[in-house]
């Protein structure tokens, strides 16, 4: 008798409890299973190749299959695979990789916290500035101000600051001290005739009409991307970020800068806050950090907010906050080769550069019957598909024409990702060259005109009012 082995995929479906995925889909369908990667591309099981025109999850910033990166962790692996930096242990990797970032930032910081995630890094920023302002004596200013849209993390403390609402339905988020501020979806939510300008002047002013409701003295926070990334790739609109900050400002309020996603040159910059004129208060990274190989994630904090929990660590007898895994030295090896590699490449100005291609490109599509908006900086870029153009109305959520995209792509070998208001989202490897963003864009021109045909059967489609 032939005894059935079970694929790959079936022990999949049997085993493995997928994030960010619906679940019994999944269980009928089963997994696409990634082999192999190298330099934008990826091959799935069935040996089929395609674009990897998400860098993975926002991360793989250097493409796959750099070998640099697979020497720095086996050599580092040989020589000290792991320790733990708890009480007072450190370890050359870290101490080299906290410098670096200490040099490249875009506004000085005394100190580096290395953590696993973004998640976790947004996490601790959260408990950095309760614990600072308990030091300081002031317990009620424990609020934190984030933005409709924004995403920061699936972990409690970040999925309450996190924007989006299927990431609280059922998990009983957001929780108490997160308030919501507008998000800056100039697109969507601007007057008619109303300038960038304007617009961004009647978001500080409802900011600041929040902090007046919730009162300045509880508010500690403003957590915000340079560019809401999965909140779908929404750049802010003209002095935005000047005007944001007057108002921090006024009332004692510290700019959290979440350069998860546009950090270390994805936005034509090494970090997102140049590209847009933020001035934070600290700085969480991760992703790119270590071409997402290896992870690890970092919070960065100013000379006197270290005053103060050294201050508080006196008091107390000892900052108890960390984690197992922090400033892992085989994660850390990595991630300061990545930025090494970096600045050697040029991959900074290298994304500059081809980003001018990349958003000629994308802008493109602009004149397509079903693209309403396009947006991005750099080498990231969305697509915004819409039911009537002129009038900014976007399809019903239950046509799925997002991802019906996203499938189509995936048939024509390229990995992008569709999210709300079915707005189709590129982040690919800043190696990439122009002749392969052509080759991106060009396979996505025939997912969207597939998706076109598929549309026109399903509901009429407007281009004007």
């Known amino acids: 008798m032939t005894i059935a082995i079970p694929s790959l995929a079936d022990r999949d479906i049997a085993s493995v409890l997928h994030p960010q995925t619906h679940l019994g889909l999944h269980a009928q369908h089963g997994p696409m299973i990634i082999e192999r990667g190298e330099g934008i591309y990826v091959w799935d099981s069935k040996g089929k190749q395609y674009i990897e025109g998400m860098s993975g999850l926002w991360c793989t910033a250097l493409g796959y299959g750099d070998e640099e990166l ?6 580092q692996m040989r020589r000290l695979a792991f320790t733990q930096i708890f009480s007072g242990r450190s370890h050359e990797s870290a101490i080299l990789l906290a410098e670096k970032l200490k040099a490249i930032a875009p506004t000085p910081f005394s100190k580096v916290f290395f953590g696993n995630s973004g998640s976790d890094a947004n996490d601790t920023q959260m408990k950095l500035i309760w614990y600072y302002n308990n030091i300081k004596g002031r317990p009620e200013k ?6 409709t849209g924004a995403y920061h993390g699936s972990s409690v403390a970040t999925g309450a600051m996190t924007g989006l609402p299927p990431m609280h339905a059922c998990f009983d988020l957001p929780m108490e ?3 919501f501020t507008r998000g800056p979806n100039y697109y969507h939510d601007a007057e008619p005739g109303e300038s960038e300008q304007a617009y961004s002047s009647r978001l500080a002013g409802e900011l600041e009409t929040l ?9 500690a926070a403003f957590i915000a ?3 809401m990334a999965a909140g779908g790739v929404i750049p802010p609109p003209a002095t935005y970020f000047e005007k944001v900050q007057d108002v921090l400002a006024r009332h004692d309020i510290l700019l959290i800068d979440d350069e998860v996603v546009c950090g270390f040159g994805r936005t034509g910059h090494m970090f997102g806050a140049e590209t847009f004129g933020m001035r934070p208060a600290t700085l969480t990274a991760a ?5 997402g190989y290896l992870p690890i994630s970092a919070v960065m904090i100013p000379d006197w907010m270290e005053e103060v929990l050294v201050e508080g660590s006196r008091k107390l007898g000892g900052f108890f906050h960390g984690y197992t895994y922090t400033g892992h030295p085989v994660c850390a090896a990595v991630a300061l080769r990545t930025l090494e590699i970096i600045e050697q490449r040029d991959l900074v100005a290298h994304a500059a550069r ?7 490109r994308l802008r493109a599509f602009k004149d397509h019957p079903l693209v309403g908006d396009v947006r991005g900086a750099g080498l990231i870029g969305a697509c915004e598909l819409v039911l009537n153009k002129a009038r900014r109305i976007n399809f019903e959520p239950r046509l799925g024409v997002g991802n019906y995209c996203q499938s189509r792509c995936q048939d024509n070998g390229l990995f992008v990702r569709a999210m709300g ?10 190696i990439i060259s122009e002749t392969e963003i052509d080759e991106m864009f060009d396979r996505f021109a025939k997912a969207l005109n597939s998706t076109l045909a598929w549309v026109y059967k399903q509901t009429p489609i407007a281009s004007t009012g």
């Open 225 to 227: 991307e340079p560019m």
């Open 142 to 147: 424990k609020k934190i101000i984030s933005r």
């Open 70 to 75: 697979v020497q720095a962790a086996a050599e």
């Open 421 to 430: 208001n079915d707005t189709i989202t590129f982040c690919p490897p800043l």
């Open 211 to 219: 902090i007046l409701n919730e009162g300045p003295d509880t508010v």
């Open 177 to 179: 001290r997160i308030r």
């Open 354 to 360: 081809a980003g001018a291609h990349f958003q000629a």
């Open 287 to 291: 992703k790119a950090i270590s071409s």
